[in-house]
């Protein structure tokens, strides 16, 4: 089982204090149980070091990067030209306003690389035609 793990995700897995932070624990190990194989992007990365660097602390953020950079992390798949077109045209065919172009573009990845469940707490994924994991 391939699984695709957002931002919202991260996020509520590594803040003790987030309202989530206990469904993200129990959605991992559920699915770690189902020998799933974990890709991200490198956006996700991205956005998740800023806001945990912005919500929790510098220190916070620079251990994920740092996590990031182990070989047991998720995969983290990157954005190439054909993935950027095809994130523009998936925010601009969205009616969702809110929608991000970091989840447009993952969604892009998921659909090149056939991964259709994902690990995440935004709605806007559901509405994309994935499954969520919770």
């Known amino acids: 089982m391939n699984v695709f793990v957002d931002s919202s995700f991260y996020i509520s897995l590594l803040r003790q204090d987030d309202?989530?932070?206990?469904?993200?624990k129990e959605a991992l190990e559920d699915a770690a149980k189902q020998s799933a194989v974990f890709y991200t992007s490198q956006y996700v990365v991205d956005e998740t070091a800023t806001v945990l660097s912005m919500r929790v602390s510098k220190a916070s953020a620079i251990a994920f990067l740092n996590a990031a950079e182990e070989e047991d992390f998720p995969i983290i798949l990157g954005v190439d030209e054909e993935v950027r077109r095809q994130g523009y045209t998936i925010f601009r065919e969205t009616?969702?306003?809110?929608?991000?172009m970091v989840d447009c573009y993952c969604a892009a990845l998921m659909k090149k690389h056939a991964i259709s469940k994902c690990l995440t707490f935004d709605r806007q994924f559901k509405q994309l035609g994935f499954k969520i994991i919770e």
Do not use: L, P, Y
């Open 19 to 24: 309202r989530n932070h206990t469904r993200a």
């Open 95 to 100: 009616k969702d306003k809110d929608i991000s």
